[in-house]
């Protein structure tokens, strides 16, 4: 019944430590990772962004710094200068040797028509007038165009101006590198699987895909989810991965510079932190497992261990009450003993006075009388001894000091378990040195140490068993010794033996309380008591009481 009490308790601490333990470790790495991914991703974002700005500002600057020295040209050159194809030629070596990222240079008139060209390209007798960037300069004054085909059929984008001289107007038209200008694109890409590319507000791309060559070609993206500045979108593409975007606006808001992001790819070392969190919360768990487990069982097993050992020592305080209530009931039963014994005493006498009459002696069975009646004496001397013994023993309880002589103490106590040792054939061998000083001690007191010295010998050598008694003189102590033939006692077991309710005997045939009452009453006497044993040749008690000379009444 027990065990299962104790095997539920084991069950219910564990659930609530781990209950206590689990919940706080769970919820707190679950916070700490959203909280970590939210800062990470946070992070992502402000990096694409930054690259975002960043790269829009160089190609912003690049678009500036051609057009700059386009309009420098323009304003240091006359439209007769540059109509001489070695002047226009020397114009265009020297942009492109401050700048670069020119591909031609061409001067027209008003008309569309090419007056002087510098460039790889044969587009002399070309028209422009019919083309669409051609009015936008006339609109506008200064013009960056859109990725165009135009007669070329290959994608490129100008920067035009319109200069007005005295006498006429006129348009300077230079064709912008586009593997110079998408380069400079290309370096804004993240990672392995980022990109970076610009598309129109109408979200064409106005340069080349890192994967694809799709210039020219309608973007899935809406240009108007971007507002001003550089923002941040997160949105599927066409194969179900999550992308991240970051566009930042050029051109007056006429190009967009889009940079793209796998967010896998960027959250593949959040992927890493969170599966390291796993590896040490599951860690962390089975360590709080094995220990809640341990210290559990443990301190269940230590619990048991106390209540095995309290009910020990409730059976042995039982045990112990039973013994006082049957010391009491010895006393009384000596009483009633000692009247009969009274009786039998005074009525052998009696028989004594007949035998001495003449007609008894002259019976054929005077002798046998007499015989039986000195028996019955004997006997009856012998009761009265013990019952005296007893009444003595039971009386004397109360501490006072009275002059004791210790070999006669040591004779009466012997006599207490002298029948008991003849039934068992145990020997009890007397060494006791004569003429030992009369001492002042309690006598009642004494007999007990020396009675529960003996008990403790005559259990501990069973049947067949030896106990040497000795007493004698050491300077101004007597010690008495009482060694037996027994088991021994373990070393380790030796420092405990007067601790109360210690005992080596089996449950039930031992209290716990002898040696440590004998160890204190000795104490209390001014005395020592000393023990040596060693297991398989026995034990020695030796009490050592101080002399102390009873005053003079």
């Not at 001067?107 to 044969?122: F, M, V």
């Not at 035009?160 to 290309?186: N, P």
């Not at 039971?394 to 004791?404: C, G, N, S, W």
């Amino acid at each position: 019944m027990k065990r299962r009490i104790y095997a539920n308790l084991q069950r219910k601490i564990i659930l609530i430590t781990l209950l206590v333990s689990f919940i706080p470790l769970i919820s707190l790495s679950v916070v700490i990772y959203y909280q970590f991914a939210q800062v990470f991703r946070n992070k992502i974002e402000e990096q694409i962004r930054y690259r975002a700005m960043a790269q829009s500002d160089a190609i912003e600057l690049f678009l500036k710094e051609r057009t700059a020295i386009l309009l420098a040209m323009a304003d240091t050159y006359n439209y007769d200068y540059l109509a001489e194809k070695n002047n226009l030629e020397r114009i265009f070596q020297i942009m492109n040797n401050r700048v670069g990222g020119f591909i031609d240079l061409g001067l027209i008139d008003s008309t569309g028509r090419h007056i002087a060209y510098a460039g790889p390209y044969n587009l002399m007798s070309l028209n422009y007038y019919s083309q669409p960037w051609f009015h936008e300069v006339e609109s506008k004054g200064v013009y960056v165009s859109d990725i165009f085909m135009g007669f070329r059929k290959v994608p490129h984008f100008i920067i035009a101006l319109q200069h007005q001289d005295k006498s006429r107007r006129w348009i300077l038209r230079a064709t912008i590198d586009s593997d110079v200008f998408e380069g400079l694109v290309r370096a804004a890409h993240i990672g392995k699987t980022g990109d970076a590319f610009v598309i129109n507000k109408e979200g064409i791309y106005q340069t080349h895909l890192r994967f694809k060559d799709e210039i020219l070609s309608k973007s899935d993206l809406n240009t108007t989810l971007f507002g001003a500045g550089t923002t941040v979108l997160e949105r599927e593409n066409t194969e179900g991965k999550k992308i991240l975007y970051a566009g930042s606006w050029l051109k007056k808001n006429s190009w967009l510079l889009v940079i793209s992001q796998d967010a896998s790819e960027e959250m593949t070392k959040l992927f890493k932190t969170k599966q390291l969190e796993i590896i040490i919360v599951t860690s962390g768990c089975l360590m709080i497992i094995l220990t809640t487990i341990f210290t559990t069982r443990l301190t269940i097993r230590r619990m048991e261990t106390a209540d095995r050992k309290l009910n020990e020592l409730n059976a042995q305080l039982v045990h112990s009450d039973k013994l006082a209530a049957l010391g009491k009931m010895a006393a009384g039963v000596a009483h009633e003993i000692n009247n009969p014994l009274a009786v039998i005493a005074e009525k052998t006498g009696w028989m004594e006075d007949l035998l001495e009459e003449e007609e008894f002696q002259k019976s054929k069975y005077f002798d046998e009388y007499k015989k039986s009646l000195r028996k019955i004496e004997e006997h009856i001397e012998r009761a009265r001894k013990v019952i005296h013994g007893m009444l003595g023993f039971a009386r004397r309880m109360e501490p006072h000091m009275e002059d004791v002589d210790i070999n006669k103490v040591l004779n009466d106590t012997i006599t207490f378990l002298d029948s008991y040792a003849k039934t068992n054939n145990i020997t009890i061998e007397k060494n006791l040195e004569p003429d030992l000083p009369i001492i002042s001690s309690n006598q009642a007191e004494l007999q007990q140490v020396f009675l529960n010295l003996l008990t403790n010998a005559v259990d501990a050598v069973g049947k067949d068993g030896k106990i040497y008694l000795n007493s004698r003189r050491i300077d101004s102590e007597i010690a008495v010794s009482m060694k037996d033939n027994g088991p021994g006692i373990p070393k380790e077991n030796l420092s405990r033996v007067f601790d109360p309710f210690f005992t080596t005997k089996q449950t039930g045939k031992g209290t716990g309380l002898g040696l440590s009452v004998t160890d204190t009453l000795v104490r209390n006497m001014g005395g020592t008591i000393e023990l040596e044993s060693e297991v398989g040749k026995g034990s020695t008690f030796t009490v050592k009481l101080p002399i102390v000379v009873p005053e003079k009444k």
